[in-house]
């Protein structure tokens, strides 16, 4: 592969479904994706016409050649992708925001380094999403919403206002969080549930209304 000196250049990290979505997202913006990075898919398989060019132990031969940006291309689980994104900057690289040109955000809304915004979300009014989360196709945060780092909002997710999401916190398919409710850090919302009470850190819940799954009990 011939690398070319620029800051525009970017590799991927990850070779599923997000990954895919992360190349189309980056026709939107000045990010080229030179290839991507995944230890279980061989060596030039193309992925939506991205070459598969390595393991995350070539990463630092793109370092070498200048290239400094860098995507981890992974939403869940979203410990995997704090770790990917700790190492990855650990190693020097820069991770870049993306915001689809396609999503409504609202002037007033912050949104820190790393996050990653996708078509047809909609951000409102003094929203905040923290670092390296994801709201994915479609995902609503509304008014006065924080989504905490490394966090996930899947597609057609709904954060009504005021309502809070820790760190490292996966918000399922279709779910729906009602006003000023706070989900802790390092939780699992159920795909298509409705939390109607705040969910304490590390669990699960799930349906209409959810309800958190019993862990299971160790001798």
């Known amino acids: 592969m011939s690398y070319m000196q620029t800051e525009q250049r970017v590799i991927l990290v990850g070779a599923g479904g997000h990954c895919k979505a992360l ?11 030179v290839g991507i990075l995944d230890p279980f898919v061989e060596m030039g398989t193309l992925v939506n016409g991205v070459p598969v060019v390595g393991t995350d132990a070539d990463a630092p031969s793109f370092l070498a ?24 900057l650990d190693q020097g690289f820069f991770i870049p925001t993306i915001i689809s040109e396609q999503a409504i955000v609202s002037p007033s809304a912050s949104i820190e380094q790393g996050a990653v915004v996708m078509s ?4 409102g009014a003094q929203a905040h999403l923290g670092g390296y989360c994801t709201v994915n196709v479609s ?4 008014h006065g919403v924080s989504v905490g780092e490394y966090s996930n909002v ?7 206002g005021s309502s809070n999401v820790g760190t490292g916190t996966l918000i399922g398919a279709g779910s729906v969080v009602l006003a000023c409710k706070s989900i802790g850090d390092a ?11 705040d969910v304490p850190d590390d669990t699960t819940v799930v349906g209409n ?6 862990k299971r009990r160790t001798r």
């Open 23 to 33: 190349i189309d997202l980056l026709l939107e913006t000045p990010y080229e994706p």
């Open 65 to 88: 050649h200048g290239i400094e940006n860098a995507l981890i291309a992974s939403t869940m689980p979203c410990g995997l992708r704090k770790r990917l994104v700790r190492e990855y």
């Open 120 to 123: 047809g979300a909609n951000i």
């Open 139 to 142: 995902a609503v945060v509304a």
């Open 154 to 160: 899947a597609p057609n997710a709904t954060l009504l």
């Open 187 to 197: 939780c699992i919302v159920g795909a298509g549930s409705v939390v109607l009470q």
């Open 209 to 214: 209304p959810a309800r958190a799954l019993q």
